[in-house]
């Protein structure tokens, strides 16, 4: 089956401390995206790649880091400088035009103790 | 600037009434896309419908039907005969053909009661 996987669902961090999350897809799409998406609020863009070994900083990329080396994955690290971290993240990818609709993971949920 | 609003953040119907959700947006693009997602209590978004900017013709499917008014700026989602499935957070978006980056609404929370 093709799909998006996102791990783990739960994820549990003390401050200070970076945690990564990963994100994979089997569909052999181009760009992937990460976006945060805070209780009663949409989503918003974090960090997006349209190629691999290329991403860009969407509108709140502050205390985040990406890396894309490989198509079918891009996993995002939180770090300690990302002052409230928790949150719902969500991992999509899309063929790489604009006009073509992004699919989407499961989501990481992930708080901050 | 672009910007995606959805002024219900949340919406009680009971089974079989009709619901439209209500998406109002902005830009200055010329080409631009316009998609509604779905959000069920697991989190995961699902993909309902893109329409592009020049294609105006309204489009149903099933129970869903969507109305497309550029000149109003509006993106309206409608369900019609509602199910408690239906319950979701449904979120609007748009998306420049400069940009491609996806801009979201606010979502509104539909809770259908048997």
Known sequence: DGGITQSPKYLFRKEGQNVTLSCEQNLNHDAMYWYRQDPGQGLRLIYYSQIVNDFQKGDIAEGYSVSREKKESFPLTVTSAQKNPTAFYLCASSIGTPVNEQFFGPGTRLTVL | ?114
């Not at chain 2, 959805?6 to 959700?21: C, G, H, N, R």
């Not at chain 2, 309902?48 to 109003?72: A, C, H, M, P, V």
């Not at chain 2, 499935?85 to 980056?101: E, I, M, P, Q, R």
């Open chain 2, 1 to 114: 600037a672009q910007k995606v609003t959805q002024a219900q953040t949340e919406i009680s119907v009971v089974e079989k009434e009709d619901v439209t959700l209500d998406c109002v947006y902005e830009t200055r693009d010329t080409t631009y896309y316009l998609f509604w997602y779905k959000q069920p209590p697991s989190g995961e978004l699902v993909f309902l419908i893109r329409r592009n900017s020049f294609d105006e013709q309204n489009e149903i499917s099933g129970r869903y039907s969507w109305n497309f008014q550029k000149s109003t700026s509006s993106f309206n989602f409608t369900i019609t005969a509602s199910q408690v499935v239906d319950s979701a957070v449904y979120f609007c978006a748009l998306k420049s053909s400069n940009t491609g980056k996806l801009i979201f609404g606010q979502g509104t929370t539909l809770q259908v009661k048997p």
